[in-house]
């Protein structure tokens, strides 16, 4: 998966388990309004040497969830449903109008944060309207 891919599905899985659980994270970091979607800087940062080719696994501290953790099989299950996605349906998602990268998003400029809050709405705002890769 590429750098691009890999940041529509963090910011997809984040926001899916956001949605669910009220608000809680399934993992720390926070996400901004960059010109592809939502990207997450610092994991970014860690495999933006890929450029647009796939990235290796360069995660080495990566926490790992037990198989009966709950955050396991949720991942388990947005990964099944986004994967095959290819990386413009990937941003075409994640650019639906009514989200919170839409709201936050000003062209060519990086580093507005897309508060936590606006994440959780847009999932119940997707909900609501269907799907969750509806848009």
Request: charged share 30%; aromatic share 14%; net charge negative.
């Amino acid at each position: 998966m590429t750098n691009l891919q890999l940041q529509k599905l963090l910011y997809l899985a984040q926001m899916t388990y956001m949605g669910r659980h009220e608000g809680k994270k399934l993992f720390d970091g926070f996400f901004e309004a960059w010109d592809y979607g939502p990207v997450e800087p610092s994991v970014y940062r860690k495999v933006r040497m890929f450029g647009s080719n796939p990235i290796s696994d360069v995660f080495f501290d990566a926490r790992v969830f037990d198989e009966t953790d709950d955050r396991h099989k949720f991942l388990v299950e947005i990964c099944q449903e986004l994967l095959p996605k290819r990386a413009g349906d990937l941003v075409e998602i994640t650019h639906w109008d009514g989200g919170a990268w839409a709201k936050y998003y000003v062209p060519g400029i990086r580093g507005i944060e897309i508060p936590d809050r606006d994440i959780t709405r847009e999932y119940a705002d997707r909900i609501g309207g269907g799907t969750l890769t509806e848009h």
